[in-house]
């Protein structure tokens, strides 16, 4: 049983200025007049400002959504808005009309819960996040509704583009209004559909002077169809669409069906270049090295794919990819003889086929693209996205994906290279996520990686799918990230408190759930949350940090009184109590974690006591095993354990003084003790003793703990 505090420091100066940070004016010099104001925590979305999931609304003419993952993220032009689609649930409903769920934040009766997608707007860098009110999606996959891709403007701010897979839809103003772009299948009399000429899996939007050009590649996400790609002059009356003859609009003519996995403009000089590119599956004949696998082709203007700059090659053999896409360096050039024709592809295939997946580097005019392998030889890691900062040479990535051999591919795994791809680092604190439920093509996890400042500063935000699946975000180039909104879970009660003795920064010990496809169904997950000016979930038990799960339940907190370690009590299932520690440094206070070696003494089973954290190696425990009541120190991260009797009973508080910042004078409290304490401090009792009663005991060192 614990006994949970805000601080466990005696003082009244400290006790003070702990009151007043929580206090929305000045603690007041009356006590009588004292008055609590209100610190927020993270928020369920009823004002509109989502982080966490409100199933307590998931009610027919309610607004709660439950939360299954985040699709993609995109940046408006100047930075100022994030777009993201993500996956909810919904209830399950029986009676009156079925309708889209996805047009406001309204539920409709009639329609079957579980896994809709709308798109959503963060305007603070991901923190929060309002959901838009957009058309009515197609049901275009398995009777779900999909956003398969989000293009907002490259020279307006307030201009995005997404996709149904079907229909292409336009807002000028940041998403208050849509207008629908005429459709490419109708116009071009191809059916839409996996079993025709797929769906718009890809987009992208290039300019010629203010005049917009919509390009898009569809996907079946098999091998029997032949998919396109196509452009459209959207300020062109009715918005013509014309087919780019991806397959066969070359001198090098490929046989056989496709799949387009990512379609970009010259990101530099479309307007000069018209170049547009393409990263696609060729599922039949070719010339040898581009037959039956995936290639990048380029197209100028008018002129054939591949005749400016040849085709550039995926290994042999890769032909069962879900996902692809592209990123480019800052100051890429279209023109091969500059040296700068180079970019960066990522690359996700099923979990049977996870070898054909990678991160790889084209460059202009070189047939094969190079492997650059994060995960070492011997790994298999796929990436479902990729993004990056910097030039040609000297570009710093961060990619997102899932690894085989790791979990069965069922957990996201982030890399990040600051060296242009010589050199690669995994996360120590990966984002918590799961399985995309019914992305096509795929039932492992996944991760959409958007970066915010990779040049100077390392911050990235991360979006996952499934359990514990939400938006993450690192500001130390990946090596670390904590979950910040649109997460799979809420928080059911707060388990402790504990705060830093200038109270600038809060730690928050909660229990909540996860939630499942099905609403009703929820999973228990425990969390450290950390305030320092904005709320991130540190630490999770679903989490895995530096390999190992943590698995276990946080419950209780306990900061040094130097404020220069953070401790989380770990209970749960397995036998003994578990203990995370987390140091000042590197990085913030509550940042980086590590499982102590035990937080309680050898063959102990405690089942009542308190502890404290006194410095960065030293925790105290005091309470009751079997029929003994000590107080326990550890001076070694838990390694060994040194008992001391402590005559106050069954021991149920333990705390430091105020001016002793290393644990060597403490007061512990309890139940039933009747000796009095002597020492050169204090020779007489600090309280009467009474038989069953409490009693009080300061204890000024540790050599004097038990002395009567």
């Not at 934040?105 to 709308?118: D, E, K, L, R, Y």
């Not at 050039?333 to 040296?339: A, D, L, P, Q």
């Not at 993004?387 to 690894?403: E, H, W």
């Amino acid at each position: 049983m614990f006994k949970t505090k805000i601080f466990r420091i005696l003082g009244a100066a400290v006790t003070l200025a702990m009151l007043a940070s929580f206090l929305v004016a000045a603690a007041p010099a009356s006590a009588a007049t004292q008055a609590w104001g209100t610190f927020s925590t993270p928020s369920g979305g009823a004002s509109g400002k989502w982080v966490l999931a409100d199933t307590t609304t998931v009610t027919v003419g309610g607004t709660g959504l439950g939360f299954q993952g985040v699709g993609k993220m995109k940046y408006n032009s100047d930075k100022s808005i994030i777009y993201a689609n993500a996956m909810f649930d919904r209830p399950d409903q029986t009676t009156a009309t079925t309708l889209s769920p996805d047009t406001s934040n309204t539920i409709v009766p009639g329609v079957s819960g579980g896994n809709f997608q709308g798109l959503f707007k963060s305007t603070d860098g991901g923190r929060t996040w309002s959901k838009l009110t957009i058309p009515a999606l197609d049901y275009t996959v398995g009777g779900k509704d999909f956003i398969f891709a989000i293009v907002p403007s490259s020279q307006f701010a307030n201009v995005v583009y997404f996709t149904d897979g079907k229909d292409i839809y336009k807002s000028s103003d940041a998403g208050a209004t849509w207008i629908v772009i005429s459709n490419a299948f109708t116009t071009l009399g191809y059916s839409a559909g996996l079993g025709s000429r797929g769906l718009i899996d890809c987009m992208d939007v290039g300019y010629i002077g203010t005049n917009p050009y919509i390009f898009i590649g569809t996907s079946t996400w098999e091998s029997s169809e032949n998919c396109f790609a196509a452009v459209c002059q959207e300020a062109v009356y009715g918005s013509p669409w014309n087919d780019l003859n991806l397959l066969s609009n070359r001198t090098m003519v490929y046989g056989g069906g496709s799949d387009v996995w990512a379609i970009k403009v010259d990101p530099t000089g479309f307007a000069t270049s018209q170049m547009v590119s393409a990263l696609f599956t060729n599922y039949g004949s070719g010339p040898t090295g581009f037959a039956d696998t995936t290639i990048f082709s380029s197209k100028y203007g008018g002129a054939q794919w591949g005749s400016n700059v040849m085709d550039t090659a995926m290994p042999a053999g890769t032909r069962n990819l879900f996902r692809g896409e592209l990123w480019y360096p800052s100051n890429f050039s279209s023109t091969v003889s500059t040296g700068n024709f180079q970019l960066f592809a990522g690359t996700a295939a099923d979990l049977t086929h996870n070898i054909q997946g990678g991160v790889f580097l084209l460059v202009g005019g070189a047939a094969n693209a190079i492997d650059l392998s994060p995960e070492g030889v011997t790994g298999d890691f796929n990436a479902t996205s990729i993004d990056g900062a910097g030039p040609v040479g000297a570009a710093k990535l961060i990619v997102g994906g899932y690894d085989g051999d790791v979990s069965g591919g069922a957990v996201p795994v982030v890399y990040t290279s600051q060296n242009n791809a010589l050199t690669w680092s995994v996360s120590g604190k990966e984002p918590t996520g799961g399985i995309m439920p019914y992305e096509p093509g795929a039932n492992i996890a996944s991760a959409t990686v958007l970066a915010l400042d990779f040049t100077t500063s390392g911050t990235a935000l991360v979006g996952t799918f499934g359990t514990d699946s939400g938006v993450s975000r690192t500001a130390d180039w990946g090596a670390t990230f904590n979950t910040i909104s649109l997460i799979n879970g809420k928080i059911s009660a707060i388990n402790d408190l504990a705060t830093t003795i200038n109270g600038s920064t809060v730690f928050m010990a909660v229990n909540g759930t996860t939630v499942s496809t099905a609403p009703s169904t929820t999973s228990p997950v425990y969390s450290i949350w950390r305030n320092d000016g904005n709320w991130e979930r540190v630490l999770d038990s679903l989490q895995i940090v530096n390999g190992v799960p943590v698995a276990e339940n946080l419950n209780a907190l306990s900061i040094t009184p130097a404020g220069d370690a953070v401790f989380a009590t770990v209970t749960g299932p397995s036998a003994g109590v578990f203990m995370w520690r987390s140091l000042s440094t590197p990085g913030s206070l509550g940042q980086v974690w590590a499982q102590m070696a035990t937080a309680e003494p050898a063959g102990l089973t405690l089942t009542q006591y308190d502890w404290m954290a006194a410095t960065v190696n030293r925790v105290i425990l005091g309470g009751l095993n079997g029929t003994s009541n000590n107080i326990y120190i550890t001076d070694s991260n838990g390694v060994i354990w040194t008992a001391y009797t402590c005559p106050v009973g069954l021991v149920t508080s333990i705390a430091s003084l105020t001016s002793d910042t290393s644990g060597n004078t403490l007061v512990a409290g309890g139940v039933g003790g009747g000796t009095s304490a002597t020492s050169g401090m204090s020779p007489r009792p600090l309280m009467a003793a009474r038989p069953g009663r409490p009693s009080l005991r300061r204890c000024p060192a540790l050599g004097e703990l038990g002395q009567t």
